[in-house]
């Protein structure tokens, strides 16, 4: 398939603002939107040989969450894997749109390490989580588990918990899980609890485009994705959710970390603390 130019592909971007802002949710700038998505093409050119209609039916998908492209905001992607585009919801997005759901409060998650202090339970109370992280020298201890908390507005939380064998289980071999494997492990563990919290409209359409992305991932034949570079592809696992073009418009704690229900509190990773990476379940 032959390549468009950017220019072209800023055209047409600009051409569907309407659009846009008939999946949009309300408020949000559509034209800014358009950019971002252009932003992305031009950071990432295999995208311009993609077929154009495929491209922007990901779009669509991705703005139904309220979800910005603009690379720069590390909440959605757009990837392609051979000609194919993809969309990939990155953590920092799932994490937005749960606390922007007003149902969360705040968002927590890290690895545990061998021979770190590490107890999780459930009493009559709910779910208990107690971690007492090393220090120093720490990143050099093999990985054991990860685990993400979401405390609930109003009082209670979720929390998910997976141990190395889980881990084992849904890890691929690729580039991302060998250069970044903490990042990857967390990222496991927000998944799972994000699909355990109360959602709004926003979170059960990333929770259709992640369940899409495992779907597209779980497939034995997947192209290679393509791209500019690779550490920029790597990171960014697929997932496949075309929706149809719209036709008219409608209108982290310190050296501990313990979690009982109803403990709220502002951690880094809620806070949108920067990372480099994004993975998968």
Same mark, same amino acid.
């Given at each position: ?9 800023k ?9 846009f802002e008939a999946v *949009?949710? =309300?408020g949000?700038?559509?034209?800014h /939107? $358009?950019m971002?998505?252009?932003?992305a #093409?031009a950071?990432?050119?295999a *995208?311009? =040989?993609?077929?154009?209609?495929e491209? /922007? $039916?990901?779009a669509y998908?991705?703005? #139904?969450t ?6 720069a905001m590390q ?5 392609p894997?051979?000609?194919t585009?993809?969309?990939v919801?990155d953590?920092?997005?799932?994490i937005?749109?749960a ?7 705040s968002?927590?998650?890290d690895v ?9 339970w459930?009493d009559?109370s709910?779910?208990h989580?107690k971690?007492v992280p090393k220090?120093g020298?720490?990143?050099a201890?093999?990985?054991a588990?990860a685990y993400a908390?979401a405390q ?6 979720v929390?998910?918990v997976?141990d190395d ?6 890890k691929?071999?690729?580039v991302?899980?060998k250069q970044h ?5 967390k990222k496991?563990a927000?998944?799972?609890c994000f ?11 990333a929770?259709?485009?992640v369940?899409a992305?495992?779907?597209w991932?779980?497939?034995s034949?997947r192209p290679?994705?393509?791209?500019s570079a ?5 990171s960014r696992?697929p997932?496949?959710?075309?929706a149809?073009?719209p036709?008219?418009a409608?209108?982290?704690r310190g050296?501990?970390h313990e979690a009982a ?10 806070q949108?603390?920067?990372?480099p990476?994004?993975g998968?379940?």
């Amino acid at each position: 398939m032959s390549s468009t130019t950017i220019q072209a592909f800023k055209r047409d971007a600009t051409s569907r603002t309407g659009n846009f802002e008939a999946v *949009l949710p =309300k408020g949000m700038d559509a034209a800014h /939107f $358009a950019m971002g998505l252009v932003t992305a #093409a031009a950071k990432n050119s295999a *995208l311009l =040989k993609c077929d154009p209609q495929e491209v /922007f $039916a990901c779009a669509y998908s991705i703005a #139904a969450t309220g979800l910005e492209l603009d690379p720069a905001m590390q909440q959605a992607y757009i990837i392609p894997y051979g000609n194919t585009p993809t969309v990939v919801i990155d953590y920092r997005g799932l994490i937005e749109l749960a606390l922007r759901s007003g149902k969360v409060l705040s968002f927590h998650s890290d690895v545990v390490r061998e021979g770190e202090t590490f107890e999780h339970w459930t009493d009559e109370s709910g779910p208990h989580l107690k971690h007492v992280p090393k220090f120093g020298g720490r990143n050099a201890l093999p990985l054991a588990g990860a685990y993400a908390i979401a405390q609930l507005v109003g009082g209670g939380q979720v929390m998910a918990v997976m141990d190395d064998s889980e881990i084992d289980r849904i890890k691929k071999s690729g580039v991302p899980w060998k250069q970044h494997a903490a990042e990857m492990w967390k990222k496991t563990a927000i998944r799972r609890c994000f699909k355990l919290c109360p959602k709004d409209s926003a979170m059960r359409r990333a929770v259709s485009l992640v369940d899409a992305e495992m779907a597209w991932e779980a497939q034995s034949r997947r192209p290679a994705a393509t791209g500019s570079a690779e550490a920029y592809i790597a990171s960014r696992l697929p997932a496949l959710e075309l929706a149809k073009e719209p036709t008219q418009a409608p209108q982290e704690r310190g050296n501990g970390h313990e979690a009982a229900p109803g403990q709220g509190g502002a951690d880094n990773t809620a806070q949108g603390e920067d990372s480099p990476f994004h993975g998968e379940e």
